[in-house]
């Protein structure tokens, strides 16, 4: 996973709070099993595009050492639809199942830091 993000924020004192937001892109891997006596399994990958918000808090320890943290929600929607290959049974070769299916893709982080300025 990728993103671009911005940065805003207003320094009170020692504090800097910020809000943030970009967009971000992942390269998804995925597999789906019925699973059973029949299993039946579909796989693939794709890259797709979201977008990523989020806020923090830096705190300036003295003039070089800052501690940070911030929480970030990175969205890719809610992806539905065929599999990207029909599903097929193991067990009887010749019959293939359409599957549907609806995935929300949603990511949320916590970060820590420690920033060292030169």
């Known amino acids: 996973m990728a993103s671009v993000r911005g940065r805003v924020g207003v320094p009170i004192g020692s504090f800097l709070p910020f809000i943030t937001a970009g967009l971000a892109w992942a390269d998804f891997d995925f597999r789906q099993s019925l699973g059973g006596p029949n299993d039946a399994t579909s796989a693939g990958s794709k890259i797709i595009r979201g977008h990523v918000v989020g806020g923090g808090l830096e705190y300036a320890l003295d003039e070089r050492w800052v501690v940070s943290g911030e929480y970030l929600k990175t969205d890719f929607g809610t992806r539905h639809g065929k599999t990207v290959e029909p599903l097929t049974i193991s ?27 030169f």
Do not use: E, I, Q, W
């Open 91 to 117: 067990t009887r070769p010749g019959l293939v199942l359409p599957f549907d299916s609806r995935n929300d893709l949603v990511l949320h982080s916590l970060r820590a830091g420690l920033k060292f300025r």
